[in-house]
């Protein structure tokens, strides 16, 4: 927080948290100013009157920016923060180091330190995407790429090679959007199925996810820029599932999708232009909320110029090797067996 610490924070949806909580976030509840004021009560000390009235004007403003969307108002030094496991109270800026040294009451080190994974007990990573996670061969055929082709699959290859042992879960459905319901398949809305998805494979290290081409299709009428605050709703989805080690977040990458390079493939005609402003909507959002992102551009990935959405073998290499990448600097920060 640094120079803006004693600002007040506006928080413009209730899935937004100050920088300074992405970490201990899914650990503690950041309390609302009614729900703050009946934890109080319980306090042996009460806050003092000058406290009492800045809440009180602080909620004052949130009544009264309603109207305008805005969601509540938080102050780091004034605010209330609920331990998720056995619901004490912290208020009045609390350091860091007490609110770690809680957790580690419950067993749980925040950050994570390094552990030694094994096979009883890999890295896990899970992929999450559409077609082209999926491996879906560039046409209208319906094909998949062998599992050594698919950019998941080149990812195995060279993770196989670093020395951690690993297990990566791909999930990637074809048609599948970011949060939309699709009217030829109900299951390929991503938010929804998501929850599913996280609980089924907790806990895992690292979460993957290359989504938002299928937004662009025209009969779901989206901007680059409302499909990238889908994203960032999804992205907050993670973070708010508790799927990562010792119930806390995993490390995120968010994979921008390459451009469109034709209209071949008639349900995404009229497109383009579209699909090459959603990379860089996607890298605002992941600067915002401190999210590790790829432009898939940027690794040498392109769309094929057979129907101009799905991958061609280069580009799942180019891919496979960006992300493994990634995934193996987080081994490095996260495993003592690293090499």
């Not at 920088?19 to 000390?45: M, Y």
């Not at 000058?50 to 004052?60: I, K, V």
């Not at 899970?126 to 082209?132: E, I, L, P, Q």
């Not at 009229?270 to 090459?276: D, H, V």
Request: hydrophobic letters at 35%.
């Amino acid at each position: 927080m640094s120079s803006k610490h004693t600002e007040w924070y506006i928080k413009q949806s209730e899935e937004t948290v100050p920088i300074e909580w992405l970490i201990l976030a899914p650990h503690f509840e950041l309390l609302s100013f009614p729900e703050f004021a009946e934890a109080t009560k319980e306090q042996e000390e009460p806050l003092s009157d000058e406290e009492n009235a800045r809440l009180a004007a602080m909620w004052q403003t949130i009544e009264d920016c309603k109207p305008s969307g805005l969601h509540m108002m938080v102050h780091p030094l004034h605010s209330a923060k609920r331990c998720h496991f056995c619901r004490q109270l912290f208020v009045n800026g609390t350091d860091h180091a007490e609110l770690h040294a809680h957790l580690k009451t419950h067993g749980i080190s925040c950050p994570p330190e390094a552990r030694e994974f094994t096979e009883a007990d890999p890295f896990t990573i899970v992929a999450y995407g559409d077609s082209n996670t999926f491996g879906y061969i560039p046409g209208n055929t319906g094909a998949r790429y062998l599992r050594n082709i698919r950019w998941t699959g080149v990812c195995n290859a060279e993770l196989d090679a670093f020395g951690v042992p690993y297990l990566k879960i791909d999930e990637g459905v074809n048609g599948r959007t970011v949060d939309l319901d699709d009217p030829d398949q109900s299951y390929r809305n991503g938010a929804a199925a998501l929850d599913g998805v996280l609980n089924s494979h907790r806990p895992m290290d690292a979460f993957v996810v290359m989504l938002g081409g299928n937004d662009l299709k025209p009969y779901f009428n989206r901007t680059p820029q409302q499909i990238a605050q889908s994203m960032k709703r999804l992205l907050n989805q993670v973070r708010r599932a508790r799927c990562g080690r010792d119930w806390g977040c995993p490390a995120i990458l968010c994979i921008g999708p390459p451009a469109f390079t034709n209209e071949n493939r008639p349900a995404f005609k009229g497109a383009i232009e579209a699909s090459t402003q959603l990379a860089g909507e996607y890298e605002k959002v992941c600067v915002e909320m401190g999210v590790d992102y790829l432009a898939a551009h940027d690794a040498g990935v392109r769309s094929s110029e057979v129907d101009g959405v799905h991958l061609d073998p280069d580009s799942h290499a180019a891919l496979g090797k960006a992300v493994a990448g990634w995934i193996k600097a987080k081994m490095t920060l996260l495993s003592k067996r690293a090499v």
